[in-house]
Each structure stands twice: as structure tokens, then as C-alpha cells.
């Protein structure tokens, strides 16, 4: 079975702090996602990667940015949280990606939830 | 990615048939019909996805009408486990990144 794993469930941290979320896959997956969840707007697009050292920004990048040194381990960085970044962090991955028109299924972790305070 | 529209709730009784909707009557004839599930304080987790044909796997069935324009995801014995949020997406490939609406709430009831 594929496993997506992310560093921590719940994690406290305090405005201006910088805040590294990680997520690691065990199955060689290309391409890795960084969404976050809010009640009433659903799940949002932050960053993806689909290869090392590759990033793409999503829908909502500002106040984030993303690494990628390995392909197994894609990172989340908030350089300065504040707490409108209070929210749930999910991460997910996928086989193939995005110019393979292949239908394969994303992966998803079990979530981080970040309270900024 | 085309845009989908689903019933914002829908009961089930426990052991019956549960189908949920979907209209995504602007698809694109690349564009798969995907359905995920996000039970409460967990990942959304892939249940099954199709392009024309029916699908049927260990969780669920798809059936796609024939113009392509709706789609009903059918868990056939509803436990109290399948409680959830359940997302139907079109999109050309799962690679891409996914497009979430609000989903359909089901309740599954003892």
C-alpha cells in the first residue's frame, strides 16, 4: 500500500515563526501536492512538484514556499506564520506527472492541523 | 477541468444502497469522471474513477451516462463507516492537480 505520511496531526505555533510541514511517500511517486483545507472554501491548491528541485505554484502560494531535494520528501514552508495560515495541511501524491494524460489516483496524508496563534 | 455539481447532503440507511449524484454537464471528452471521499479529520481517500464505461471495484460502481454529462457513484450496502464528504471531479488525468468542490455530505443512519 502506498503510504503518504506528514510529520505531525497537530502542531501550535506562534505568529512570525517559520514553520516546516513535512510529507514523505514510500512509493516513488513523480509528482507531490501541498493543498490546505478551510471550512466552507474546501480544499485549496498551494504548491506541487513533479520532480525534484521542480515546484509549480498553485492557487494560493503566497506566504509559502516549497523544497524538493528528494524525490520521496516534499516540504512546506511558511517563512512567517501568521494566523490567517491556521487551517488543516494536507499533502498528497501521485504516480505520473501532470503531461501524463495516464488516469492515476493522488495519494492523500492523513493532514496536519496548524493553529498560529 | 470541468465544473461539477453535486447535492450538498443525502441520508442513507444502514445496509442500503447509497447513490450520489453528480452533473458535469460541460465535460470534455478527455476528461475522467473521479470520486474521492474525505471522512471526518482524515485525507480524502480515491474511491473510483472512469471515462464512458461503468466501473466497478471493491468500494464502489460508477455508472456514466451515455453523453457523458452526469455520473452516479453507487456504494451498494452502506455501512456506518462510509459516513463522509464525497468529492466528484473531471479532470483529463489524476496527475494534474485535483479541484475539490463542496462535495456531498452523506450520512449513513443505523
Known amino acids: 500500500d502506498v503510504k503518504v505520511t506528514q510529520s505531525s496531526r497537530y502542531l501550535v505555533k506562534r505568529t512570525g515563526e517559520k514553520v516546516f510541514l513535512e510529507c514523505v511517500q514510500d512509493?516513488?511517486?513523480?509528482?507531490m501536492f501541498w493543498y490546505r483545507q478551510d471550512p466552507g472554501l474546501g480544499l485549496r491548491l498551494i504548491y506541487f512538484?513533479?520532480?525534484?528541485?521542480?515546484?509549480e505554484k498553485g492557487d494560493i502560494p503566497e506566504g509559502y514556499s516549497v523544497s524538493r531535494e528528494k524525490k520521496e520528501r516534499f516540504s512546506l514552508i511558511l517563512e512567517s506564520a501568521s494566523t490567517n495560515q491556521t487551517s488543516m495541511y494536507l499533502c498528497?501524491?501521485?504516480?505520473?506527472?501532470?503531461?501524463?494524460?495516464?488516469?492515476?489516483?493522488?495519494?492523500f496524508g492523513p493532514g496536519t492541523r496548524l493553529t498560529v496563534l | 477541468d470541468a465544473k461539477t455539481t453535486q447535492p450538498p447532503s443525502m441520508d442513507c440507511a444502514e445496509g442500503r444502497a447509497a447513490n450520489l449524484p453528480c452533473n458535469h454537464s460541460t465535460i470534455s471528452g478527455n476528461e475522467y469522471v473521479y470520486w474521492y471521499r474525505q471522512i471526518h479529520s482524515q485525507g480524502p481517500q480515491y474511491i473510483i474513477h472512469g471515462l464512458k464505461n461503468n466501473e466497478t471495484n471493491e468500494m464502489a460502481s460508477l455508472i456514466i451516462t451515455e453523453d457523458r454529462k452526469s455520473s452516479t457513484l453507487i456504494l451498494p450496502h452502506a455501512t456506518l463507516r462510509d459516513t463522509a464528504v464525497y468529492y466528484c471531479i473531471a479532470t483529463p488525468s489524476g496527475n494534474t492537480p485535483l479541484v475539490f468542490g463542496k462535495g456531498t455530505r452523506l450520512s449513513v443512519i443505523a
Open positions: 512509493m516513488d511517486h513523480e509528482n
Open positions: 498528497a501524491s501521485s504516480l505520473l506527472g501532470p503531461w501524463r494524460e495516464v488516469p492515476h489516483e493522488q495519494f
Open positions: 512538484s513533479y520532480d525534484v528541485k521542480m515546484k
